[in-house]
């Protein structure tokens, strides 16, 4: 099946997009991920959210999912839970990429954060880390 056609200044763009990426070849992606994690290493997170790791059955034949949930300080009774499923194309991140933004949100906004680990392409092929997502939620 032919490539879809593209208009030429978008194609541009993309090239240009393209280039400044790194590759994701397997042999620098434990290295891509550990310099992101070490990024988010130095983020200074608010005393207003409580955040714990909590461990939840992974899909069937598959490893536990763990999850970090985060409840803002003081908060009494029910509240709204926003799920995420950190960024990262399946392939790279962390649920720790969501502590910074739920530290924002979660006070001012008045709801638990729950973000899910789920296992990363290609060591999981899919529909694993997709699977991995659901069972956190379910």
Known sequence: MPAPAIDPEIGSV???IGALLPVLDPP?????????????????LSDEVARRDEVVPGP??????ELRIHTPVGLTGPAAC????HGGGYVLGHRSMDDLRFDRWCPRLGFIGVSVEYRLAPETPYPGPLEDCYAGLA
């Open 14 to 16: 993309l090239e240009q």
């Open 28 to 44: 620098r992606l434990a290295e891509i991920r550990d310099q992101r994690m070490l990024l988010l290493e130095g983020v200074p």
């Open 60 to 65: 069937q034949g598959a490893p536990d999912i």
């Open 82 to 85: 926003v799920y995420s499923i």
